[in-house]
């Protein structure tokens, strides 16, 4: 029998979540039309799970980036891609398997640094008693992340909830908190899996990229990564928005128009003209909350 395989998200806490993850959902079955199982992990089951293939409950959820960690025991096929739940897909995925097919059982999507450049030179010190053991120093980007089943992710697992635990040994220089894109690279240098390939060409960062044109209906994107200043789009296969970003004009737009393809229906003007005021509404006052905060914090000092 051939190895499942499938796509995962995940979902826990507050209903926006969810929401977001429908999306997703509907993207990806908008672009692909022969889908693979796709999967949602979440803290209960309710109306925006039901499209899912499967569900896989999450006991105990931290509701934070912290619950992916749990992919490398809860991915639910032989093989998952995990895509986070705050992007839309704007291509058919079924090119992602031809890049993690001689991908390591966990594969993260960032790049093998110089240990000689500051940033290899940051993530050697912070890597404390682990030193000895890392293979080479890496980074990522956690909108994807590849799983294959195997014996060895017991263990792998055990290090990065080792990692987690004892995070105040680990950390980086202004970054107080553990997360999946802190913890998953030192564990992975530890067991030599090598990032597959850099994420930067597979798929858009929204807060790190200058978007010049999107469209859900066409999958078209034009967009440059401003780390490197390149132009891209025809190769990149989903936007990760982060969640912030969710809450923006362009996502919101997309995420109408993508409803509205959905149930066969045809995008207002006047809908969009009132998702454009209350996006930009509430981002003005954002602004004029952090102009005031910023005036008050002057007067003190």
């Not at 619950?67 to 995925?93: G, H, N, Q």
């Not at 030193?131 to 799983?147: L, S, W």
């Not at 190769?235 to 993508?258: D, I, M, N, Q």
């Amino acid at each position: 029998m051939s190895p499942s395989r499938g796509f995962v998200t995940m979902a826990t806490g507050r209903d926006e979540y969810y929401i977001l993850a429908a999306n997703l959902l509907v993207s990806y079955k908008r672009f692909n039309p022969n889908p693979l199982p796709f999967a949602i992990i979440c803290d209960r089951k309710n109306e925006y799970t039901e499209s899912f293939d499967d569900v896989v409950m999450l006991d105990n959820p931290s509701c934070s980036f912290l619950d992916k960690i749990r992919l490398v025991d809860l991915a639910p096929y032989d093989e998952t891609i995990f895509i986070d739940a705050d992007s839309l897909v704007y291509k058919c995925l079924d090119g992602l398997w031809d890049v993690v097919k001689d991908a390591p059982d966990f594969g993260l999507f960032g790049a093998v640094l110089d240990p000689e450049s500051p940033l290899g030179r940051i993530e050697i010190e912070r890597s404390g008693r682990l030193r000895e053991r890392m293979r080479f120093p890496c980074i990522c980007q956690g909108g994807m992340y590849f799983i294959r089943k195997s014996p060895v992710l017991r263990d792998f697992l055990e290090l990065c909830q080792d990692i987690l635990t004892h995070f105040s040994e680990f950390q980086k220089p202004g970054d107080p908190y553990p997360s999946d894109d802190t913890i998953f690279p030192l564990a992975c240098s530890v067991f030599g899996f090598r990032p597959p390939e850099d994420w930067w060409r597979l798929f858009c960062f929204y807060p790190e990229s200058k978007i010049y044109g999107m469209d859900i209906k066409s999958g078209f994107l034009d967009y440059v990564w401003t780390v490197e200043g390149e132009r891209l789009g025809p190769e990149c296969f989903f936007v990760h928005f982060s969640v912030k970003g969710t809450r923006e004009w362009p996502y919101k737009r997309e995420a109408y128009r993508l409803k509205c393809l959905s149930e066969g229906k045809r995008p207002s003007l006047a809908r969009l003209a009132a998702i454009w005021c209350l996006s930009e509404s509430k981002r003005w006052v954002k602004r004029m909350i952090r102009w005031k905060e910023g005036r008050l914090l002057k007067s003190r000092s």
